[in-house]
């Protein structure tokens, strides 16, 4: 090891904080440390190559080592390095905002940028409950999403976030967060009491309980429903036939905004530009972030029907809300970047026509007796973990945590796979490499997988 590989290992040991990590973990080792990218894969300090198989955080769409991403950064910082879009614009935030409400459903054409997708939802809520005050309807302040949903960090989306474990030690939060079942068909006896739904019949429940929540608590009081396309925590649960649509139908007849939060599922991740695409339906907000960029630039979008932005064209209105860094102009010229690389190499139609071959991969799992379920869409899948298929008997908390964290993540990082080993729900690992990909990514996912799980299995 070189004395500067040392320095940056022990800089991370004795200065860096790391992000939802049990610092524990790396009292008697060292903290892995990723030092470049190229196309899928990534490698660490000590060059060893990995497989990118969550694409970083589901960000880097387009892939790593792109220097055109690079370059347009560079270039914009020369030219404008920083401007805030406080009661001012620069092209390159204009632009962008025309150009992502040109591929948005419907009319959402207005973009209200922010740093990341914490901020986009934090901005969502807060826009609902402006709008609902500056029409006449001032109670209209709570929110309505499904459990185990994660919607992000600061106090409002962590309020709307439906992981408990998440949230205790931050309480209280902010109030008027309601939750509701999730979209999780494998669990549908479980969750409903009811045997044997078919999946459109469990749509239909799973939306119904969203009207009974609103009536509940009283129309006149509820501003929106969030929900994710697919819903991540949990392990990728994709919404049932006629969900959204039932969905839909009930926010309109309540007069509730349904909010798509599209953090993850925005930007191809699911082979169209925005999720509401792929599952036919037309929100009245879209939260975003994550892959607008691919990761080479911090930037997230809260994007809005354009009646909602009507109350603010008048007068002393104003939303009065903002970050320093929304809009960046730097990261604005990247996700512009970002996005002719989208159209340049019909990412899109990429992810489209390969979904069926990472889905058959992934599927082939399903002989090993821990593989319980495998689920997801375009290019994000979970699988979910069993003790029993037969029975679809989960882990207990102590299996869980021997399993996951005392095994499984480890194991799949040193056989060169990075992805998620996840047990904010039931145990699952979740897969989302970069667009790119294909099939000899897909071959290679399957089969250190495959090793990975048989040996859990013998461990059990």
Not at 179 to 204: F, L, Q, S
Not at 219 to 248: K, S
């Amino acid at each position: 090891m070189t004395q500067p590989e040392h320095d940056v290992l022990k800089a991370a040991q004795d200065n860096l904080w790391l992000h939802f990590t049990r610092h524990s973990a790396y009292q008697q080792s060292e903290i892995p440390t990723i030092v470049r990218g190229e196309g899928s894969y990534v490698y660490d300090i000590h060059g060893k190559r990995y497989l990118d198989g969550l694409a970083g955080l589901f960000v880097v769409q387009v892939g790593h080592g792109r220097h055109e991403l690079a370059e347009a950064a560079a270039k914009q910082a020369q030219e404008l390095a920083f401007f805030p879009l406080w009661s001012y614009a620069h092209p390159k935030a204009a632009e962008l905002a025309q150009r992502l409400a040109s591929y948005t459903p419907g009319e959402l054409n207005r973009v209200f940028f922010t740093t990341g997708g914490g901020e986009a939802v934090e901005t969502a809520w807060k826009l609902a409950k402006q709008y609902y005050k500056l029409v006449g309807k001032p109670l209209k302040h709570k929110v309505i999403s499904r459990q185990i949903a994660y919607h992000g960090t600061p106090q409002g989306a962590l309020s709307i976030t439906g992981i408990p474990a998440f949230k205790q030690m931050f309480e209280p939060l902010v109030p008027g967060s309601v939750r509701v079942p999730n979209t999780n068909h494998y669990r549908a006896d479980e969750i409903t009491g009811v045997k044997g739904m078919t999946p459109e019949e469990y749509g239909i429940w799973a939306a119904d309980r969203v009207a009974r929540a609103i009536e509940m608590e009283g129309p006149d009081t509820v501003a929106a429903v969030f929900a994710e396309p697919v819903q991540n925590a949990g392990g990728c649960f994709p919404p049932p036939p006629g969900y959204f649509q039932r969905l839909r139908e009930i926010c309109d007849e309540y007069d509730v905004l349904l909010v798509s939060d599209e953090v993850i599922c925005a930007f191809g991740r699911l082979g169209t530009m925005f999720g509401g695409q792929k599952f036919d339906y037309v929100p009245d907000i879209i939260t975003c972030a994550k892959g607008m960029t691919s990761g080479y630039s911090p930037i997230g979008a809260m994007i809005a029907h354009e009646r909602l932005f009507e109350p603010f064209k008048n007068g002393d209105t104003m939303f009065a809300h903002g970050y320093t860094f929304g809009g960046h102009p730097v990261s604005a010229a990247v996700a512009l970047a970002n996005l002719d690389i989208f159209e340049r190499e019909d990412l899109l139609g990429h992810v489209s026509a390969n979904e069926p071959r990472f889905h058959q991969a992934l599927d082939g799992l399903r002989d090993l007796p821990i593989v319980g379920d495998v689920r997801g869409s375009g290019y994000f899948w979970g699988i979910e973990l069993v003790k029993d298929k037969a029975t679809k008997e989960t882990f207990d908390a102590d299996e869980s945590e021997r399993l996951l964290r005392g095994f499984l993540s480890k194991a799949l990082f040193d056989a060169g796979l990075y992805c998620r080993a996840d047990d904010r729900g039931d145990p699952v690992i979740q897969l989302s490499p970069p667009l790119i990909a294909g099939q000899k990514e897909f071959d290679e996912i399957a089969q250190i997988l495959r090793g990975v799980l048989s040996e859990a299995w013998a461990r059990l």
